[in-house]
């Protein structure tokens, strides 16, 4: 199993910045597909943000120009920025390796979820 490791999760205001980072603890992310995902409670995950092998991103309808995905290939690591956060972004949010379909993220690989990094956004 590739193991991921999010951080950078916080508490902000709405309209509040975060950057949240994955790291490839034992995976090179270099040529991947590493997708965000996120889930609020009593909500199924979703795809967030994907930078695909190819360096092209993907984003969800709900991202509305808000959040950007890129890479540090020196720090095996992915970010996301995430700008102009809502109440509804409140979530736990993972990293995984990933499949970009249509416009649809989806986790690539399989076995357990990391921790996750917790992000609350209050009004």
């Known amino acids: 199993q590739v193991l991921l490791v999010e951080s950078g999760g916080g508490s902000v205001e709405s309209g509040g910045s975060l950057r949240l980072s994955c790291v490839g603890s034992?995976?090179?992310?270099?040529?991947?597909?590493t997708g965000w995902f996120r889930q609020a409670p009593g909500k199924q995950r979703e795809g967030v943000a994907a930078l695909d092998s190819d360096g092209s991103t993907t984003y969800a309808d709900f991202v509305q120009g808000r959040f950007t995905v890129s890479q540090d290939r020196a720090k095996n690591t992915v970010y996301l920025q995430m700008n102009n956060l809502r109440p509804e972004d409140t979530a736990t949010y993972y990293c995984?390796?990933?499949?970009?379909?249509?416009?649809?993220?989806?986790?690539?690989?399989?076995?357990?979820w990391g921790q996750g990094t917790q992000v609350t956004v209050t009004s």
């Open positions: 995984a390796l990933c499949a970009v379909i249509g416009d649809r993220i989806a986790r690539a690989d399989f076995g357990d």
């Open positions: 034992d995976y090179s992310l270099d040529g991947a597909c």
